[in-house]
T-cell receptor, first 116, second 116 residues
Framework: AQSVTQPDIHITVSEGASLELRCNYS??????LFWYVQSPGQGLQLLLK??????LVQGIKGFEAEFKRSQSSFNLRKPSVHWSDAAEYFC??????????????FGSGTRLSIRP | DTAVSQTPKYLVTQMGNDKSIKCEQN?????MYWYKQDSKKFLKIMFS???????INETVPNRFSPKSPDKAHLNLHINSLELGDSAVYFC???????????????FGEGSWLTVV
């Protein structure tokens, strides 16, 4: 079974600073990887996803993530954060479980706070 | 128009009561889900339906019963509510059941259930 680890529970960065959120996964085959963002009181919104091809994927709101198979990682980055980026960020891995169903496992989330 | 909408957004009820949360998606997707997010933000899948057929049923108490009258609707009924059922319940949908390229999960805004 697949699993996802987000080692950082809470990160605080200054506005304008760069950001990297860590995500490590465990899965026996090529994973499908996602990053979602959850603003307070809201549902989850997809930032970006990796299925195949270029290991550096671009997402919305200036985010990018790099799939590194050798490190089993899919870290999320942004060169310059804005106060509106304060939210909870979830990494997720998708796997084929049944012949006609899939299952996506979410990490425990990283809460991002922005220092003015 | 909201792609995945769920009602009510907030629900406070007493232990032992029965309650329902309704969900509708207007994306034309074939697959719908219910996720539970606990107080520590951990997000876990409960059920998945594909074209009104149950395809994922995680270890969930049988007090929880999903009902899909058509592929655009997936309601969650909870009997004999317990304190531990307090959580945020997210409805979601995706194009199909398999984790293929482009198969993004779209989330509703959540239903905050508090059992007192």
């Amino acid at each position: 079974a697949q699993s996802v680890t987000q080692p950082d529970i809470h990160i605080t960065v200054s506005e304008g600073a760069s950001l990297e959120l860590r995500c490590n996964y465990s899965y026996g085959a090529t994973p499908y990887l996602f990053w979602y963002v959850q603003s307070p009181g809201q549902g989850l919104q997809l930032l970006l996803k990796y299925f195949s091809g270029d290991t550096l994927v671009q997402g919305i709101k200036g985010f990018e993530a790099e799939f590194k198979r050798s490190q089993s990682s899919f870290n999320l980055r942004k060169p310059s954060v804005h106060w509106s980026d304060a939210a909870e960020y979830f990494c997720a891995v998708g796997a084929r479980r049944y012949s006609s169903a899939s299952k996506i496992i979410f990490g425990s989330g990283t809460r991002l706070s922005i220092r003015p | 128009d909201t792609a995945v909408s769920q009602t009510p957004k907030y629900l406070v009820t007493q232990m032992g009561n029965d309650k329902s949360i309704k969900c509708e998606q207007n994306l034309g997707h074939d697959t719908m889900y219910w996720y539970k997010q606990d107080s520590k933000k951990f997000l876990k899948i409960m059920f998945s339906y594909n074209n009104k057929e149950l395809i994922i049923n995680e270890t969930v108490p049988n007090r929880f019963s999903p009902k899909s009258p058509d592929k655009a609707h997936l309601n969650l009924h909870i009997n004999s509510l317990e304190l531990g059922d307090s959580a945020v319940y997210f409805c979601a949908s995706s194009q199909d059941a398999e984790t293929t390229a482009g198969n993004t999960i779209y989330f509703g805004e959540g239903s905050w259930l508090t059992v007192v």
